[in-house]
Nanobody, 123 residues
Framework: QVQLVESGGGLVQPGGSLRLSCAAS???????????MDWYRQAPGNERELVAA???????NYADSVKGRFTISRDNAKNTVYLQMNSLKPEDTVVYYC??????????????WGQGTLVTVSS
């Protein structure tokens, strides 16, 4: 089974930057291929919303609220997706989740979520 581990959240002042990472790993001996890699975020009481997405070929998509400030990228060799967040605002303070979908020799098609990482933007 493919699992995701996120890192990079924390406390930053308004206008600052953070870089989130999310790495996928599979069971020993399994082979998997990741198609789409996405970042979502969710505030308490709200639905989870898509922040940024990137296809295996590198096509990206962003929520209007983060365009020009956030950049999503991926390293296919490392099965890792990144979210570079610049010019952070207090309203960016939420839990961020990565999601990946793809195919695995062990389980077939999969969609998995990271554990979530809290980003706090405050002075």
């Amino acid at each position: 089974q493919v699992q995701l581990v996120e890192s990079g959240g924390g406390l930053v002042q308004p206008g600052g930057s953070l870089r989130l990472s999310c790495a996928a790993s599979g069971a020993s001996g399994s082979i998997f291929s990741i198609h789409d890699m996405d970042w979502y975020r969710q505030a308490p009481g709200n639905e989870r919303e898509l922040v940024a997405a990137i296809t295996r070929g590198g096509i990206t998509n962003y929520a209007d609220s983060v365009k020009g400030r956030f950049t999503i990228s991926r390293d296919n060799a490392k099965n890792t997706v990144y979210l570079q967040m610049n010019s952070l605002k207090p309203e960016d303070t939420v839990v961020y989740y990565c999601q990946m979908s793809g195919s695995s020799s062990a389980t077939g098609w999969f969609e998995v979520w990271g554990q979530g990482t809290l980003v706090t933007v405050s002075s």
